[in-house]
């Protein structure tokens, strides 16, 4: 089991850099199957799980794709398949943003329903409605939505009942090679959906609108390869500011964008961080005690539920008490357990979490209960006395580039342990087989050959080494 342990009390200064942003490429990269011709080339991609996961869907589906220094190269001419793998959807939420691309490329498509973060129900009545709008007919077999279409998607106007990231990104995808206009009312207007609108005019696609709630798609004959740079991860952004400021720090988070961010930076002016805007990313700087704010998340331009749990992370040392409200996802405190193991005081009423501030944390072993619950729990970490222990890094893995490494490098005492099976080395199996047919020989004489053989095997089996990984300190 992979740990991050962190030793609290050192104050973060100095510069760090902010990776493409995970929420961006993730759409990109299943966009890239809409093109029929030529390559796609895909800049500031970072080396995330979730990036990883979705190569493995695009090749699965026979795109092909080369990564070299955050670049990501892809052919998608020659697309062989319309299933998704299950064990890559279940992975990753994402996953299911191919059905948009794949239906409009090659009429049908079967994906499994998605997992991820167990941060609420997340259903995809809104994907689905969209698809049916533009014509496609949806079966829901064991597990899995199968999605056909008889000819071209035709263009449609769609209302989304909850103006959903991940569904104004499917319809925008599927329109695009849609017969028609498509319009979405009441869409998503998160900086991603802009990112991924760029892209897809790049390849040649018609999208007026995105970044409001109206967006307006004329459908095209065909798309192409694109080059594209990702928008840098708002929330990477917005995950270093906190560390900064939780440990009364000064640090230049580089490639962070104001405008991204906007509603994070505005709550943290209110409780006396101080933010300037520098020419490529933004100062953070914070001295004495801060104020109490209540948040309330929202989808964009409110303030954004994946900084939820890094904002509670503050407000446990910040003067005063605070409510904090979640309205995006119905399950997305289950920190708090672990924020009170290190001595936080918080208690959830139903979708409120209500923060005594100026709590003293002690370190202490904790968990991630899912992705930025665990960045917070580092920034909470960073702050806390002692020495903690953070679980569950896994989720850590699918949307931060090096976290301890670039912790690490602001001055914070951090370190990631690896427990890893190491398997020999090829000379040292061939040493092994060596061995074992010199013991089978000695054992010929007493015991039949095969039993000879098959005994030595086990013997070595059993002691094939398991190293454990000396800690890596970043
Ligand atoms: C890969 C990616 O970009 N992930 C982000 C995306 O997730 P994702 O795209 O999954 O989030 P959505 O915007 O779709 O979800 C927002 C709300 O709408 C609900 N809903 C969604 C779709 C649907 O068909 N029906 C429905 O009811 C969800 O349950 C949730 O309550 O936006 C979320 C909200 O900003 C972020 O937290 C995630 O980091
Ligand atoms: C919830 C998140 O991601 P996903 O939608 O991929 O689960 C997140 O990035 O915080």
């Known amino acids: 089991m992979s740990k991050i342990i962190v030793r609290g009390g050192r104050r973060l200064t100095g510069t760090v850099k902010v990776s493409g942003a995970k929420n961006s490429v993730l759409p990109i990269l299943a966009a890239s199957l809409l093109a029929s011709e030529g390559e796609s080339v895909i800049h500031d991609v970072p080396l995330l799980d979730d990036v990883i996961t979705i190569q493995k869907v695009l090749s699965s589906l026979g795109a092909g794709l080369t990564y070299q220094s955050e670049t990501m190269r892809i052919h998608a001419s020659q697309l062989t398949a319309v299933e998704a793998p299950y064990d890559l959807v279940r992975k990753m939420r994402a996953s299911f943003l191919v059905m948009g691309p794949l239906l409009a490329r090659l009429g049908s498509a079967k994906i499994y329903l998605p997992g991820g973060c167990a941060i609420g129900t997340r259903p995809i009545d809104q994907h689905l409605k969209g698809f049916e709008a533009m014509g496609a007919e949806i079966n829901l077999g064991q597990g899995c939505i199968e999605a056909k279409i008889n000819g071209r998607l035709r263009g449609a106007k769609i209302y989304l009942d909850v103006a959903s990231v991940g569904a104004t990104e499917n319809i925008m995808m599927a329109a695009a090679l849609a017969e028609g206009t498509t319009t979405i009312e009441n869409a998503a207007k998160e900086p991603e959906i802009v990112d991924l609108a760029n892209y897809l005019n790049a390849m040649g696609a018609k999208v007026r609108g995105a970044g409001t709630g109206l967006i307006r798609i004329e459908g095209v004959q065909s798309l192409k390869g694109a080059v594209h740079t990702v928008i840098p991860d708002r929330v990477e952004a917005g995950t270093y500011i906190i560390a900064a400021a939780i440990t009364g720090g000064d640090v230049y988070v580089e490639g962070a964008i104001a405008d991204h961010l906007a509603p994070v930076i505005s709550k943290l002016q209110e409780m006396g961080v101080e933010i300037r805007e520098g020419d490529n990313g933004l100062h953070v700087k914070a001295e004495g005690p801060l104020r109490s704010v209540d948040v309330k998340t929202l989808p964009h331009p409110g303030f954004p539920t994946d900084m939820q749990s890094q904002m509670m992370a503050l407000l446990m040392v910040s003067e005063g008490t605070s409510v904090v409200t979640e309205t995006v996802f119905e399950n997305r405190f289950m920190h708090v357990e672990e924020f009170n193991k290190l001595q936080g005081q918080i208690k959830v009423e139903g979708r409120s979490a209500i923060v005594n501030g100026n709590t003293p944390l002690v370190g202490a072993k904790v968990c991630a209960t899912d992705?930025?619950?665990?960045?917070?729990?580092?920034?909470?970490?960073?702050?806390?006395?002692?020495?903690?222990?953070?679980?569950?890094?896994?989720?850590?893995?699918?949307?931060?580039?090096?976290?301890?490494?670039?912790?690490?490098?602001?001055?914070?005492?951090?370190?990631?342990?690896?427990?890893?099976?190491?398997?020999?080395?090829?000379?040292s199996v061939a040493e092994l087989i060596s061995e074992i047919n010199q013991e089978v020989a000695a054992m010929a004489s007493t015991e039949t050959a095969e039993q000879a053989s098959a005994d030595a095997s086990y013997k070595r089996e059993k002691e094939i080494p398991v190293l454990k990984v000396q800690p890596t300190w970043a």
């Open 371 to 427: 992705l930025r619950a665990g960045a917070a729990l580092i920034c909470a970490a960073l702050r806390a006395e002692g020495e903690s222990e953070i679980t569950g890094t896994h989720h850590v893995d699918r949307g931060y580039v090096d976290l301890a490494k670039k912790l690490g490098s602001l001055g914070a005492e951090i370190r990631r342990e690896e427990e890893t099976v190491v398997l020999p080395q090829e000379e």
